[in-house]
């Protein structure tokens, strides 16, 4: 039987004596990423065919403002080895300029073959700038560790600038607790597709998020319980400060949410004086809603005060969101005059009131901003009103909602929502009787009632909140479905890179390596 393999034994070692090896490995050509693959689609792209800069190990990272440039030169040292120094003075490579009239957050993004230059009139046009030459680099410049490269990026010119100066995520913390590495680590995320706002809920039936010294059971009795008794938790003041501080270096505005008069038993639980009849509720465990109300009493004005003085004193944002929702328990005249007082607490705080869109049912102070989660493209009363509008129509928007049948986490009472749903649609003109002028932009909830981990997390946001920062970024007349599913696929290689755990979508035309 040997004799059948001899021809082949003998030609493996003519092979090796004759230094043949296998075939020659192909050269690792890295084509540039086109300008048409970025999330958010930019504003103007003027590729240069047949140019390309490459970043290499004489490229300098150099701009006056040190946040921006020195977080880009952390970025992408990890994955290019090189040293990338970063200098205040040009020098040869990729300049960070704050130079110009770009707007508040826009930028413009030359490349050539001696460099690349990123202008802007402050430094969320820079981050956001940045975020975009982020995405023409190859995928793998997302990994951790050292690539081989090479490091090419496209010529031409992108001018850029969002269309809604609010674009936002929503976490719920108060379901379930979320550590601040998981928070940090979805600022990352969020603010690479340039979302600019964090909302946290911070309170509800469940628990209680954030320490407040004035009323400290309200985190240290309040913050232990969670849905399904998971563990709960809450923030000390300094984490809410980190967290502030890293959202702030991304160009995200945290936006604190304490919801009232409705889904309060954690503050009950904690409180008796905030119950009508002085009887405090078990902690909550479950998922109902609707069914709790602080007591809407003089007295409860003064922990109203309390805790959003201190929010306030924390928050460098404009905006304190004080809730408002599902308020079955509380008479529509006690909610009336008691989101009347709340909203002038935060005004006399010097902040901006928002609130869930309910909050039309009292008297609005002026700049008052209203957050639509109805399933429905009228709400008379919001339209009739003055408020300002944010848009998070739940069955376009809400994070929560399962992708299909077939999805494991979720809820389905606002609908099934997949890629398309969420990016279908117009923020400018989708409430009857709303104008563009009054929406300040869009904002993605993820409610955590069946969300535990951070893999939760990005399954559900990933690809749709792209799709709702698009929304919020990109001019209506980029608008394109087929379009967009191609740059979404574009993101999968990079989402696979960074370990994110997301949706591979059936609409979505995903390349190997995804
Ligand atoms: N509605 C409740 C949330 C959450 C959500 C889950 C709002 C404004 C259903 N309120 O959405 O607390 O339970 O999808």
């Known amino acids: 039987m ?47 065919p047949g140019v390309t800069y490459e970043i290499a190990a004489a490229t300098t990272i150099y701009g006056a403002d040190a946040g921006v440039r020195d977080l880009l030169a952390r970025q992408l040292r990890r994955a290019t080895g090189f040293t990338l120094p970063v200098a205040p003075t040009p020098a040869a490579g990729i300049a960070l300029l704050l130079s110009g009239s ?31 030459l982020r995405q023409l680099l190859p995928p793998s410049i997302e990994a951790s560790g050292r690539q081989p490269g090479p490091w090419p990026v496209q ?39 340039k979302i600019n706002h964090l909302h946290l809920h911070l309170s509800d039936d469940q628990g209680w998020r954030i320490a407040v010294e004035s009323w400290p059971r309200l985190a240290t009795f309040g913050g232990r319980s969670a849905v399904d008794g998971d563990p709960g938790g809450y923030y000390t003041k300094a984490d809410y400060q980190a967290v502030v501080a890293y959202a702030v270096a991304r160009n995200v505005t945290v ?26 509720p078990p902690l909550y465990t479950g998922t109902e809603v609707g069914f709790s109300s602080l007591c809407t009493r003089a007295s409860t004005e003064t922990f109203v005060r309390d805790v959003l003085t201190e929010l306030a004193a924390l928050t460098p944002g404009p905006y304190l969101h004080i809730g408002g929702d599902e308020t079955e328990s509380t008479k529509p005249a006690d909610y009336a005059a008691f989101m ?116 939760d997390i990005e399954h559900m946001a990933f690809p749709r909140l792209p799709a709702i920062a698009e929304l919020g970024w990109s001019p209506w ?36 390596g995804s």
């Open 102 to 132: 770009f707007g508040d957050e826009g930028y413009q993004l030359d490349v050539t073959a001696g460099g690349i230059t990123i202008r802007a009139s402050a430094a969320a046009g820079l981050f956001n700038g940045v975020q975009t």
């Open 155 to 193: 010529g031409g010119r992108i001018t850029d600038h969002p269309r809604f100066a609010y674009r936002g995520a929503m976490l719920d913390v108060a379901r379930h607790f979320f550590p601040v590495a998981v928070v940090e680590r979805y600022i990352d995320e969020i603010s690479s597709y």
């Open 255 to 280: 936006v604190p949410e304490i919801d009232m008069p409705g889904h309060v038993t954690a503050a009950l639980a904690a409180y008796p004086e905030l119950t009508c009849d002085g009887r405090s």
């Open 477 to 512: 007349s980029t608008h394109d479905w087929p379009a967009f599913s191609r740059r979404l696929a574009a993101q999968g290689p990079r989402w696979h890179t960074l370990g994110l755990d997301y949706h591979q979508s059936p609409q979505v035309p995903w390349p190997p």
């Open 2 to 48: 040997i004799h059948r393999w001899l021809p082949l034994v003998s030609l493996v070692f003519l092979a090796l004596a004759t230094g043949a090896s296998a075939a020659p490995r192909p050269p690792v050509v890295s084509k540039p990423v086109p300008y048409d693959s970025v999330v958010p689609a930019v504003a103007s792209a003027v590729p240069a």
């Open 340 to 455: 009347d007082r709340a909203q002038r607490i935060v005004a006399d705080l010097g902040k901006t009131p928002m609130a869930w869109h309910e909050v039309v049912n009292a008297p609005l102070q002026p700049g008052a901003v209203a957050q639509y989660w109805g399933t429905t493209r009228e709400h008379p009363a919001l339209a009739a009103s003055t408020a300002k509008v944010i848009l998070s129509p739940a069955g376009r928007a809400y994070l929560d909602m399962k992708y299909d049948s077939g999805t494991g986490l979720g809820a389905t009472w606002a609908g099934t929502i997949e890629a398309d749903a969420a990016y279908d649609w117009n923020p400018g003109r989708y409430l009857d009787g709303v104008d563009e002028s009054r929406v300040l932009g869009v904002e993605a909830p993820l409610w955590t009632e069946t969300i535990t981990t951070i893999g």
